[in-house]
Structures are given as C-alpha cells and as structure tokens.
C-alpha cells in the first residue's frame, strides 16, 4: 500500500471513529478535546498525569489544554493533587463520574460492532501491523513513545511479581505496567 492509499484510510478510519466519540461526548456536555484528555489521563501512570503531559500527548498549546483540564475539574470529572515532593507540580485524577463517562464511550461502538466481525488472526495481525506503524511516525518526527510501561527499556522484572523502573528507581505494581508514560523508551 502507498502512503496517498494509507493516508485516505487512516483518515476516513479517524473521521468515523472521532464522530463516534463527539456524538457521546456531546451527551456528556463534552467537546471532543476534553474527552481526548480525559481518555489520557485514565491510560498515563503517575509520572504522566500532569497538565505538560497531557499537552505533549495531544499535541496542544498550555492555554488550550489548561483550559480543556479546567472544564473536566469544574464538572467533577478530574481532581487535581498537588505533588508531595513538588509543591509546583499538579497530578490529574480521574473522578468516579469521569470514569463513568468514559466507560459509556470509549471504545466507541462503531469500532467495536466493526472490528466483531474481522477473524481473531486477523485482528492480532492488524493491532501489531498499527503499532508497528505508529512507533515508525513518533520516530520519524522524532516524539515520544508514550508507550506502555510493560514494554519500555527501563522496565525491570526483579523476579516473581516484583517490577521497578530503572529510571526513576521506584517499584511499579502489576497495574503500573499496563499504563503509558511520558519517560517510555521503547527497544532499539
Ligand atoms: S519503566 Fe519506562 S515506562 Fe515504566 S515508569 Fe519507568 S520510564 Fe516510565
């Protein structure tokens, strides 16, 4: 396939799926930039959820994104916690109603009811064949990973359960491995 052929599916693909999602978020009282961060900020560990991290993954500007986490706060769906060893520092929690409101979203319907009817080969080939491309741009254009913890080069199995990353030298828990991080480096 050639990239003028790649293009027009990845794009009608988004288009479908972002529709999707605006039509939920709508129901919510959300634009899809807000359900965008909040979608973020329920995947990101603990070094990712903050309001830099959230603008570098959506590619936004300060202004748009401290707005956009400004109306997810005053409707209850993020709280905000400031950063035990960093009084400068702000995490994003999702709220029990945020979570709700993503539970009825995301994935969007559209795309689960499609990829149903595709053989379970075929789907796993598929999710490789699209992550393998995605990692190829973030490269090209030189971004970050934001990758799953479980697959980054500083992730350390210290025997049975016990996980640590190497960079910041602290344990991570089972569930710590499945979220992405704004540090991930993935494998040469
Ligand atoms: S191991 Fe990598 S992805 Fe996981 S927390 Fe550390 S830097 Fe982030």
């Known amino acids: 396939m050639n990239a003028n052929e790649m293009y027009e599916y990845v794009e009608r693909i988004a288009n479908l799926i972002r529709t999707s999602v605006r039509k939920t978020g709508l129901a919510s009282g959300l634009q899809p930039v807000q359900m965008e961060a909040l979608h973020y900020l329920s995947r990101c ?9 959230v603008a570098e993954f959506l590619g936004l500007t300060k ?3 401290s707005q956009t986490l400004g109306v997810l706060e005053t409707n209850g769906l993020v709280k905000k916690e400031t950063d035990s ?19 009825s979203s995301i994935p969007p319907t559209v795309l689960n ?6 053989p379970e080969g075929e789907r796993v080939q598929m ?12 490269r090209a254009n030189g971004l970050k990973t934001f990758g799953p913890c479980r697959t980054c080069v ?6 049975g359960a016990e996980r640590r990353c ?7 828990s ?9 540090e991930h480096l993935p494998p040469p």
């Open 174 to 182: 089972d569930g710590d491995a499945q979220k992405i991080c704004r």
């Open 45 to 53: 560990n603990r070094y990712s959820n903050t309001p830099v991290a």
């Open 85 to 103: 060893r960093d009084r400068r520092v702000v995490h994003l929690h999702l709220t029990h109603e945020g979570e709700d409101v993503l539970q």
């Open 166 to 172: 190497g960079l910041t030298r602290e344990m991570l």
């Open 63 to 65: 202004g748009t994104v």
């Open 154 to 159: 500083h992730h350390q199995h210290l025997g």
């Open 127 to 138: 999710e490789r064949s699209i992550e393998r491309l995605l990692l190829s741009l973030q």
């Open 113 to 118: 009811s499609a990829l149903t009817v595709l």
